[in-house]
């Protein structure tokens, strides 16, 4: 029997295998090389187009900055307060924020309570929906408000989990909500404390989560506006961590940058604890690997970044997500697919990375 020419090509497949694998560290290291000259050319880049001008208040350090604040401060028990938020809409501050509790709650069983201070209330609306209710309330407004008190605050939260054999994903959560009324709210409760002072109204929501009422909690999630807003400053006093979502193109850069240098002019002067856990890339074309024009992009990021915070990598690209998954949709149409076992799975790549950073 003639087997020669079988066992020939077997050994030529496998020779063939032995050197792709064998070229891998030298195609690994060609990637890394690339990515250096990448990041050295945009940062040449930046160089020639930065000029030295004046560092100017911006307006929310004008509002927010001006009188005496608290300083350095830690929670009585340890927990985890991650702000959503950038100043420009349509990243998917919301969707994150809703996968974000859905994993963490569901999939790392950490209690969590989410909070909702975007008064569009699109966030209350996709968790209203998947509980089967169509109430539009905003128990978000007793968060910041003068005379709260916490037991009768923490009352106020709704549950996620859903009646007992439902088909709803979200354990282990619950939900401050938000609708229009919460801008009124905002608006009133500064100005009443520019006015007369006392009870700082950028800390009511931190002493809250810092009271026994609010123990039971391991993590909170704010889905912040697009908008140095009363509630969004409440959000950052009261945060350990900040995640700023973004999708990779120019619009959405200049926006990143803008954000982070308000966040550092702000940050010493009332929120010296708050960190940038990272920028998370949302509806990149796949989340394993960039396009080039998508890698440019968060180089650029990056290197923005650097100069104001310092640091190395901001991007979180072991977090990003694709724009096909099945998470997709408009957070206003309520997107219950974010809620479905298959959109939790396919979250968890990306709440592995956060949680890694976190924890």
Same mark, same amino acid.
């Given at each position: ?83 959503i938020a950038n100043f420009k809409g349509g990243v998917g501050k919301t969707t994150i924020s809703a996968a974000l509790a859905a994993y963490i709650g569901s999939v790392k069983g950490k209690k969590t309570l ?24 905003? #128990?978000?407004?007793?968060?910041? /408000? !003068? $005379? ?7 009352? +106020?939260?709704?549950? &996620? ?26 608006? #009133?409760?500064?100005?009443?404390? /520019? !006015? $007369? ?7 009511? +929501?931190?002493?809250? &989560? ?136 396919a979250f968890a790549r990306t709440g592995l990375a956060i949680s890694k950073r976190l924890w």
């Open positions: 029997m003639d087997f020669i020419g079988p066992v020939t090509a077997i050994a030529g497949v496998l020779g063939a295998l032995a050197g792709a694998l064998g070229a891998y560290p030298a195609i690994a290291k060609y990637q890394e090389e690339k990515r250096a000259r990448l990041r050295e050319k945009i940062d040449e880049q930046l160089e020639s187009e930065r000029q030295e001008q004046p560092a100017d208040l911006m307006p929310a350090q004008i509002v927010w900055a001006t009188t005496a604040s608290e300083q350095s401060f830690q929670y009585r028990k340890s927990k985890a307060v991650i702000s989410v909070i909702d201070f975007d008064y569009q209330g699109s966030l209350s609306l996709m968790f209203m929906r998947m509980l089967g209710r169509r109430d539009r309330t905003s #128990t978000s407004t007793k968060l910041i /408000s !003068r $005379d709260a008190q916490s037991s009768t605050v923490r009352e +106020l939260a709704t549950s &996620l989990s859903g009646p007992a054999g439902s088909n709803a994903c979200v354990s282990n959560c619950d939900l401050f909500t938000a609708f229009y009324p919460l801008d009124t709210h905002e608006t #009133t409760e500064m100005v009443n404390w /520019s !006015r $007369d002072g006392g009870n700082d109204v950028r800390y009511r +929501l931190r002493h809250l &989560l810092d009271s026994r009422a609010f123990d039971e909690y391991d993590v909170v999630i704010i889905d912040c506006p697009p908008r140095f807003s009363t509630g969004t400053i409440n959000a950052l006093c009261a945060s350990t961590h900040l995640i700023i979502p973004s999708i990779m193109d120019i619009l959405s850069a200049e926006a990143v940058v803008y954000f982070c240098k308000q966040i550092e002019q702000l940050k010493s002067r009332i929120f010296p604890n708050l960190q940038l856990l990272g920028i998370l890339p949302n509806m990149v074309y796949r989340a394993e690997r960039f396009t080039q024009r998508e890698d440019q992009i968060a180089e650029r990021i990056d290197g923005e970044v650097r100069r104001i915070l310092g640091g190395d990598q901001w991007v979180m690209r072991e977090a990003a997500l694709a724009r096909s998954s099945v998470m997709g949709g408009d957070a206003g149409d309520a997107a219950p697919s974010v809620f479905s076992a298959a959109a939790i799975a």
